[in-house]
């Protein structure tokens, strides 16, 4: 099916500016407002400084600018300072069909460089707001078979290595 297509600023503003960034030596273990920045974790660390609480109303997109990374957030939250930008998806868009559409996009081999620069450029389909919301159930769906089927590989692994330790140290 072809739908029309849109510039990336009709379907998002970037909104990283004007928030304070915490850096990665101040991250706490355990704290109230959980950090999040471009690492492959959803949450990186965590603050109880209200300073640094990101001042948006959720849902927004967080991008990895280095790594790549895209993060659906939709609770409070403070940012990681080192290449994070927090999008927020425009009205008449549907926030998690765009969170899937930009985990699609494909980036040429640029190490360890800024992509927004590529982000920016990207068209993204539009389709009618029912639509994509159709489109984003189907493929959070596919994210959590997808997520239950990693977590049955970990188990069966720790059951294999269970049985060869059992069976080769004499405890079966």
Same mark, same amino acid.
């Given at each position: 099916?072809?739908? @029309?297509?849109?510039?990336?600023?009709?379907?998002?503003?970037? +909104?990283? !500016?004007?928030?304070?960034?915490?850096?990665? !030596?101040?991250?706490?273990?355990?704290?109230?407002? @959980?950090?999040?920045?471009?690492?492959?974790?959803?949450?990186?660390?965590?603050?109880?400084?209200? =300073? *640094?609480?990101?001042?948006?109303?959720?849902?927004?997109?967080?991008?990895?600018?280095?790594?790549? #990374?895209?993060?659906? #957030?939709? *609770?409070?939250?403070?940012?990681?300072?080192?290449?994070?930008?927090?999008?927020?998806?425009?009205?008449?868009?549907?926030? +998690?069909?765009?969170?899937?559409?930009?985990?699609?996009?494909? *980036?040429?081999?640029?190490?360890?460089?800024?992509?927004?620069?590529?982000?920016? =450029?990207?068209?993204?389909? !539009?389709?009618?707001?029912? =639509?994509?919301? !159709?489109?984003?159930?189907?493929?959070?769906?596919?994210?959590?078979?997808?997520?239950?089927?990693?977590?049955?590989?970990?188990?069966?692994?720790?059951?294999?290595?269970?049985?060869?330790?059992?069976? *080769?140290?004499?405890?079966?």
């Amino acid at each position: 099916m072809t739908w @029309p297509m849109a510039q990336f600023d009709e379907a998002i503003i970037d +909104i990283t !500016r004007g928030n304070q960034k915490v850096l990665q !030596r101040n991250y706490l273990s355990e704290g109230a407002i @959980p950090i999040i920045d471009q690492g492959q974790s959803l949450v990186g660390g965590y603050t109880d400084n209200l =300073e *640094f609480l990101h001042q948006s109303e959720g849902p927004v997109i967080v991008f990895g600018d280095h790594t790549k #990374v895209f993060k659906y #957030v939709d *609770f409070p939250f403070a940012m990681g300072a080192d290449g994070v930008k927090v999008l927020k998806v425009q009205s008449g868009w549907d926030s +998690i069909f765009v969170y899937h559409f930009l985990r699609s996009v494909q *980036f040429p081999a640029l190490g360890y460089s800024r992509h927004f620069k590529i982000l920016k =450029e990207k068209t993204i389909p !539009r389709p009618p707001i029912d =639509e994509q919301r !159709r489109i984003a159930a189907l493929l959070n769906h596919a994210d959590d078979l997808y997520a239950r089927g990693l977590q049955m590989l970990s188990l069966s692994d720790e059951l294999a290595m269970s049985l060869r330790s059992r069976v *080769f140290h004499g405890e079966l």
